[in-house]
């Protein structure tokens, strides 16, 4: 390892200097269409069948912008409390880049939709208690509406990057694909908590644009990825560092470990009397580690001139109105507002927002079933099942609704939690709803009582032993029987109705 990429231990690092942290935050929208064109969206489709003309480049493609994807633009800006510009235009950022087939990314440059925002963060108590909570306010400078690139694919070689690799691929679905990115102001002030910061900022903001609808946010395939700048100082007083900009970091884990690496790293480089490069690094999510990109252009290199295929953006005052009344309740306010709602403990609502439950949760008990159970099931059973089928809560084949009807087969008496849960795997196998696979498989209790009576009394008749111990006073003898009369009826019986019969019948 070269020695611009030694580290030092990061609270060794920490207390010899400030840290500073700027975080750019890549939103694709969910829209049917691309920014600029009519092509589809589909995420996962075969390589080079989501493109047109104008996503590949082809000459005399003029390009058009999605309505839809403006609409999200401003309600991202009206959420994080910017200003939305009353006129903007598009402009074209020019470098040559194999998945850039145009060689230039139309973009925003000096004219962003949105401006001077903030966004509120709470920053949770560290997992030893050590560190208390506290809110942390992100000042935002700009969300601006660009296309995303197409995707490279290094094929040879041990990295996946071009270096080594025998050949290389262009996917140009992703090109012209809707972004809006999301540009902080150097965020000082949070010391030793940095990570943190980094971290809660990006899981609030990805709350946030989920409650907005305008993108799947799911970070594992692209859809949100935050680059991550990094300088450090002697103190607060000292001017601002040269940065690093760590790329397309793909998970809440890994943004609070590339602020926490780069840390380490910066701090080395400084202490051995060498300069900080000002360059773009990749994060390597298996050994934690950045290496080397390429040296960072600032945006002048960039040849910025305005797009003259667009019309410049005019935002009827009136329409942003209207917007604005769309604005969903913020996340942070809603949880709180439901866990005191709920009878929640802290630890629980975490749990449930870790999970991406809390939609399901919510809609559970809005369709009748109540605040504790409506989390049982899906935070034990359809936990667990996601689990093993290795997808989300929200793509199993089982509704709210369906799991509030189950509950209330619980409540009724029709069901035990037993049967509920084998009635729950013909739901998810697609045999109907609740109420259907109770009767298809014949899982409802047995209510009849005369049948109760006939298969305790059956119980007493082949265990006269057992009966003789509870006549003698050890009533605990009487699982046995209680056991017994379970097993023939298939588990469909009231366990403490049994047991009140075989007492009723041994005694008489």
């Given amino acids: 390892m070269s020695a611009v ?15 500073v942290l700027g975080l750019e935050v890549h939103v694709e929208l969910s829209t049917a269409t691309k920014m600029f ?61 194999p998945d850039m087939p145009k060689n230039f990314q139309t973009s925003q440059y000096d004219e962003p939709i949105a401006h001077d925002g903030f966004l509120d963060v709470e920053v949770p108590a560290s997992e030893d208690g050590t560190k208390p909570a506290f809110t942390y306010r992100v000042d935002i400078e700009r969300a601006h509406m660009e296309e995303d690139t197409g995707k490279s694919l290094h094929v040879g070689g041990s990295t996946g990057r071009i270096h080594g690799a025998e050949y290389s691929l262009v996917d140009y679905n992703r090109a012209g694909i809707p972004l809006i990115e999301i540009v902080t102001r150097p965020l000082t002030g949070a010391g030793d908590r940095v990570p943190d910061v980094a971290r809660a900022y990006v899981a609030t903001l990805r709350d946030l644009l989920r409650a907005l609808d305008v993108s799947d946010v799911k970070m594992e395939q692209g ?36 602020v926490r690496y780069e840390v380490g790293r910066h701090a080395a480089v400084l202490l051995s009397g060498a300069k900080v490069v000002q360059e773009t690094r990749h994060w390597h999510e298996d050994t934690g580690l950045t290496t080397s990109g390429r040296e960072k252009s600032d945006a002048e290199d960039y040849r910025y001139f305005p797009e003259p295929d667009l019309v410049p953006i005019e935002p009827d005052p009136a329409w942003v109105e209207s917007l604005r009344a769309t604005l969903p309740e913020p996340p942070a306010e809603r949880r ?51 689990n093993v089928e290795g997808t989300d809560l929200s793509a199993l084949p089982v509704t709210p609704a369906q799991v509030a009807e189950l509950q209330g087969l619980v409540d009724a008496g029709t069901l035990t939690d037993r049967l509920a849960r084998e009635a729950l795997e013909g739901v998810l196998a697609g045999e109907g709803s609740p109420t259907e696979v109770v009767a298809s498989r014949n899982l409802a209790m047995v209510s009849d009582e005369s049948a109760l009576i006939a298969a305790v009394d059956a119980a007493v008749a082949a265990n006269p032993d057992v009966a003789d111990k509870i006549r003698a006073g050890k009533v605990q003898a009487a699982g046995a029987l209680i056991g017994a009369v379970m097993k023939d009826m298939r588990g469909k019986a009231d366990a403490a109705r049994v047991r009140e019969l075989v007492l009723e019948r041994v005694g008489s």
């Fill in 223 to 258: 859809s949100l990825r935050c680059d991550v700048n990094l300088s450090l100082r002697p103190t607060p007083q000292d001017p601002l560092g040269t940065r690093s900009e760590t790329k397309n970091v793909n998970s809440l884990r890994s943004v609070e470990r590339a």
């Fill in 336 to 386: 709180r507002r439901l866990t005191t709602e709920w009878g929640f403990s802290e630890p629980e609502m975490r749990d449930v927002l870790n999970a991406g439950a809390l939609d399901l949760v919510e809609a559970t008990v809005a369709a009748g079933a109540s605040p504790a159970t409506a989390r049982k099931w899906w935070m034990g059973e359809l936990a667990r099942r996601a």
């Fill in 37 to 97: 064109s009519g092509a589809p969206t589909e995420f996962g489709a075969e390589p080079n069948t989501q493109v047109d003309p104008v996503s590949l480049g082809l000459p005399g493609a003029l390009p058009v912008l999605n309505a839809k994807a403006l609409e999200s633009a401003i309600r991202i800006g009206l959420a994080l409390n910017c200003s939305i510009a009353s006129y903007c235009r598009f402009a074209r950022k020019n470098y040559f880049y």
């Fill in 5 to 19: 990429d030694q580290t030092i231990p990061y609270d060794e690092a920490i207390a010899q200097f400030d840290p």
